[in-house]
T-cell receptor, first 114, second 113 residues
Framework: DAGITQSPRHKVTETGTPVTLRCHQT?????MYWYRQDPGHGLRLIHY???????DKGEVSDGYSVSRSKTEDFLLTLESATSSQTSVYFC?????????????FGSGTQLSVL | KNQVEQSPQSLIILEGKNCTLQ??????????LRWYKQDTGRGPVSLTI?????NTKSNGRYTATLDADTKQSSLHITASQLSDSASYIC????????????FGKGTTLSVSS
């Protein structure tokens, strides 16, 4: 998957606990994204980053925070997980080369909040 | 409201047959339209990206068409294979950045032998 590694691949946690998902890329792409995918919805953007320490909110950012201290790593944190955050989370990367940016996705993290 | 609607929701075809998936959108402004293939348990993989001025783009046995006037797109799969079984997602963007993508819910295609 285009040099993108998401970890963990599966996680089960309890309501109220903090959770951090990691996305690691080896492509040196500038832009990184976190999406969630739920039944009955298209993928929805949570947060994105356009460089080290530069992040911004997406469509469904409530309850999530992100950090990017290195080009290759983008972390998604659920400060206090809720059952509504049970989902499949995808990281994506892209690079601006003129024209539409092509996104490359990781294999996803299946998160279950009980 | 910006929306991307795909039809049918699911489709079953025999191996070797052709099929066409539909996408209607109301995204404005419009910059480009993308089709992705998502295998079960994997992330989406880009098949085609079309800008306003393009009305056809092919990637092997996959051919996407775009009618920007009617705001419709289709993905045609020729001589289907078992490996084509996947979800196909139509995505419309209001700009060239990756931050303005509106995803459809996808069409689930099953190819049987």
């Amino acid at each position: 998957d285009a040099g993108i590694t998401q970890s963990p691949r599966h996680k089960v946690t309890e309501t109220g606990t903090p959770v951090t998902l990691r996305c690691h890329q080896t492509e040196n792409h500038r832009y990184m994204y976190w999406y969630r995918q739920d039944p009955g919805h298209g993928l929805r953007l949570i947060h994105y980053s356009y460089g080290v320490k530069d992040t911004d909110k997406g469509e469904v950012s409530d309850g999530y925070s992100v950090s990017r201290s290195k080009t290759e790593d983008f972390l998604l944190t659920l400060e206090s997980a809720t059952s509504s955050q049970t989902s499949v989370y995808f990281c994506a990367i892209s690079e601006s080369k003129g024209g539409p940016e092509k996104l490359f996705f990781g294999s996803g993290t299946q998160l279950s909040v009980l | 409201k910006n929306q991307v609607e795909q039809s049918p929701q699911s489709l079953i075809i025999l191996e070797g047959k052709n099929c066409t998936l539909q996408c209607n959108y109301t995204v404005s402004p419009f910059s480009n339209l993308r089709w992705y293939k998502q295998d079960t348990g994997r992330g989406p993989v880009s098949l085609t990206i079309m800008t306003f001025s393009e009305n056809t783009k092919s990637n092997g046995r996959y051919t996407a068409t775009l009618d920007a006037d009617t705001k419709q797109s289709s993905l045609h799969i020729t001589a289907s294979q078992l490996s084509d079984s996947a979800s196909y997602i139509c995505v419309v963007s209001a700009n060239q950045a990756g931050t303005a993508l509106i995803f459809g819910k996808g069409t689930t295609l099953s190819v049987s032998s």
